[in-house]
């Protein structure tokens, strides 16, 4: 009895060792998918260890079910080998895109398809990835073939068919499972945004997993909904209304026209000089980047600075931001709701204004020297109100017929992304100038910009700027024979700069010489009654410059890792600056004399921008369908990445409210969650609000237009003394 207990466990160790020599090339398999997903995630993370990954075996045991039902072995191997390419070309092209846009895959982003792969001029490729890969891959490949020379076929056993279909099974129940139970795509969307504790999907989920789970979300999308009492009960919230208490400039620059201006890519290094901010900058001294940029410097000198203002997004929702103050988590506004009404965009509340208010009728017009259909502008700036949307195409149509007429003696516009460069922001400037800023009526302008946009190289139109930029550089001119790649990707983004810096002195002076028509004084001109509002959509992530250039890698850095982040927002404003300088606001250096440099140093964002024209242009809102606020308010916004799903405050960097990847030592926590529970819950109203197309709803437009008269007007302002009272 004794002899035959000893011998059960041989026996199952002998079974269990035919069944690992039989099944090896499944084995190898799936170790060497484990590994290259690990490396994956540890070359993007730092850490090659998932909190969450079952939707990437359940996947393998899936497949692994399936292809062990295949009676030949090296049919078998041909199949794992195959899946293990496809498993490695994918995970190289994410990395790559995180690489270029440091975005997580989501599956919206394949309605950016076109529009991403033009602005790849130059791919970089992670090559310790690269040999992991290649590696893993040739040598399973030559170990299998080998390995099935001698038996190349295999008994599939009828007992075992239904093992290994159960097998496949099991994968299938694991996937769904773990999708509707972990992935925060559905209805756990917002508690994931407050409890989240990984560090990004990839650290979750994987590479293999989180691109499952953006497929399988796609297929079964979230049909959940908000009562429409709800929604407005939120909206219309009367604790909740921007006015002229919570403000000193509220209305300060009221009947002003507006232009703002999305500076693609701009920095502050790009036109400022600060060796203790930017140690890798080029070495420009002050007097040469005055001497360089004369315009943006003596524009920096007569503007309000919000020189804490930060802005981590993509370019179209950076875009969006600035003109609505709100963006959902659900869906991309350009690609999914641009069908959507949305009366809360600035040109559309500028329309309330004009047809239920009465007042002053306002041009409202977008310019893009790229192309209309990029990032589907056409449509969605349709959406928000403005009456159109000038591209490229335009302006070249246009600068040819000005040229024909006689009206010019030369084409003012060239379209150079025909051969292969970016157009150039000046050229854009002198040819739309008479429609951007008209004499006879009020305008809201929108300017996109695109000369410092991408992969920076040399330029043939670009040329001028290049000479002035070594001319002044001299013998500091980096020595292309023993300096970084990142310094010559640096010089090119400073002569792309200098083109901005063209363009925004031709502006200025149109401004100041045109007369404003609409005023009693003749000496007024338009520049004297424009609020110009100039912003960097986002840091110059491409290659790491701004990570290079601010000596900035990785969150235990001792700086602060939010400075990564800090981009240029300026308001010039003529009488908004009379009345800081008046009451003796924001002289954060000290100096007494008349003309201080106007500095804002509380942390701000991209979601501040729409709430401060609406602040300074004296027009009451609803605070709860706005992000942000305006800058001239005593609260600090909570910003949330959309495209990089972290939140973002005065020192702090979190995966979600509770969970901090980054926090200096003076950060403020209890504030930063404060705000950003707030957040949250303004960002799940929002997500209903498109997902339902709520105001296009029967009776919800008028509904709006109703409440924001009656918000804008004397009865309201009756209402709140009686409440007071």
Known sequence: MKNVENKKPNK??????????????????????????????????????????????????LLSGLVLLIPSRRLQVCIFSALLVVQFVLQLFFVVVFDLTEQYFEYEMLNLKNDAFGTLENIPIRFNLFFVG???????????????????????????VFAKVGTAIVGVSIIFTSFFSYYPRNANRYDEMINGKAKSSYSAYGVTGNLLGEFIGAMFPDKSTMPNETIE??????????????????????GNNVITILGETLEWFSFMSDASKYPNALKLTPEDMEYLFPTMTAFTRDSVNMTNFHSREKTDISETLSIMGHYPTTAYINYDYYENAMPLAI???????????????????SYHNGFKTFYNRDDVHRAFGFESLTDMYDMAFKAQLDYESGKTD???????????????????????????????????????????????????????????????????????????????????YM??????????????????????????DPNDSLLDNTTIVVFGDHNAYYHSLSKYVKDIYNYKTEKRYTDLYNVPLMVYDKKLTAKIRENGDYNKSGETQ?????????????????STILDL????????????????????SVMYSRAYDTFIASGIVGRSVNSLLYCHPNADVAAYKEGALELVEKIKHCDYIYKQNYFACFGKMEMYRNNFKWLNSAEYETYKQNKQN
Request: with cysteine; aromatic share 14%; charged share 25%.
């Open 495 to 520: 002569t792309a700069a200098m083109e901005l810096e063209a363009a925004m002195k031709l502006m200025m002076e149109e401004l100041a010489t045109r007369p404003d028509e609409r005023t009693a």
């Open 134 to 160: 290649i590696t893993l891959c040739i040598a399973y490949v030559v170990m299998g073939l080998r390995g099935t020379r001698t038996r190349p076929t295999c008994t599939v056993k009828k007992k075992y």
């Open 233 to 254: 009960k939120f909206i219309y919230d009367l604790d909740a209304v921007w006015d002229e208490d919570d403000s000193d400039y509220f209305g300060v620059s009221k």
């Open 617 to 636: 242009l004296g027009i009451r809102h609803y605070e709860n369908m706005f992000y942000g606020t305006s800058v001239f308010s005593d609260k600090e």
């Open 12 to 61: 199952f160790f002998a079974a269990l060792w035919q069944w690992a020599k039989d099944n090896r090339f499944f084995l190898l398999f799936v170790l060497f998918t484990a590994i290259m997903e690990m490396a994956t995630v540890w070359i993007l993370e730092g850490n090659p260890f998932m909190s969450r990954p079952f939707l990437s075996w359940g996947l393998l045991v």
């Open 347 to 365: 040109p559309n509340i500028l329309n309330t204004m004009t047809e239920e208010l009465g007042t002053e009728s306002v041009q409202s017009r």
């Open 410 to 492: 030369e084409l003012t516009f060239i379209n150079h992304m025909k051969f292969g460069e970016r157009n150039l922001d000046s050229e854009m400037i002198e040819v739309c100038k008479d429609e951007m800023f008209p004499t006879d009526k009020r305008f809201y302008t929108y300017i996109t910009t695109i000369t410092m946009h991408g992969i920076y190289y040399d330029r043939n139109n670009l040329e001028q700027w290049d000479q002035k930029l070594r001319a002044t550089l001299g013998n500091r001119m980096p020595n292309p024979n023993d300096h970084d790649l990142k310094d010559d990707l640096l010089y090119h």
């Open 594 to 610: 008349e003309n201080y440099r106007i500095e804002v140093d509380k942390f701000t964002c991209t979601a501040d921008i729409a």
